[in-house]
């Protein structure tokens, strides 16, 4: 459990490689965690060369007695289970097909935000009118009706605006389905 090279490093690549590079006959593999930023450092270091594990953090489990979890700490212990063969690890998947599965994870974003739109209705409804109303009735309002339900203009406001944010949410949903249709080949 020797640590080579231990140095916090500006996200550079130029800088990252500079540092390993001195050491890199030593270099079994390299960590990395899968954060908001990660894509630009896994495809310098796999250009460079290096053998690259994404670590699956969410399937690691912290060693009980550590009594500290800071970034030196977590890379020791990555470090750790790299070399003892048990680090959970995650698909990195190829550059060209990143952006597609980040379009995807944009529509479940999407889709989970229209759903709060929808609870929303629901939520408005049922405390104004004493009943609750369904998901399929909720996408079947339209503004009159909304009116008619609700006849307090603030309220019917509140709903109104809940659709509207709806349909421009399913609006992006459908155009993102129909960019991923083009371009995956189907099964």
């Known amino acids: 459990d ?11 690549l130029d800088r990252v490689l500079e540092e390993l590079v001195p050491y890199r ?16 450092l896994v495809d310098g270091l796999i250009e460079a060369g290096f053998w690259v594990h994404l670590a699956n953090t969410p399937a690691i ?9 800071d970034d030196d700490s977590d890379a020791r212990w990555l ?14 998947y190829p550059k ?16 989970r935000k229209r759903t709060a739109h929808l609870l929303s209705i629901q939520n408005i409804i049922t405390r104004n009118r004493g009943q609750s109303y369904g998901a399929n009735d909720v996408k079947k309002l339209t503004p009159e009706l909304v009116e008619q339900l609700l ?17 421009t949410l399913s609006e992006a949903i459908r155009k993102i389905e129909k960019t991923v249709e083009t371009q995956v080949r189907p099964y």
Not at 61 to 69: A, F, P, R
Not at 79 to 92: E, N, W
């Open 2 to 12: 020797q640590i080579i090279l231990r140095r916090r490093l500006p996200n550079r």
């Open 25 to 40: 006959e030593n270099i079994k593999g390299l960590v990395v965690e899968s954060t908001y930023n990660w894509y630009w």
């Open 61 to 69: 489990v912290q060693y009980k007695g550590l009594k500290y979890t």
């Open 79 to 92: 470090a750790k289970l790299l070399r003892l063969g048990l680090l959970p690890v995650g698909y990195i």
């Open 96 to 111: 060209e097909q990143r952006a597609i599965r980040d379009l995807l994870r944009k529509r479940g974003q999407l889709i």
């Open 151 to 167: 006849p307090n203009q603030n309220i019917s406001l509140a709903v109104k605006s809940n659709l509207m944010v709806m349909e």
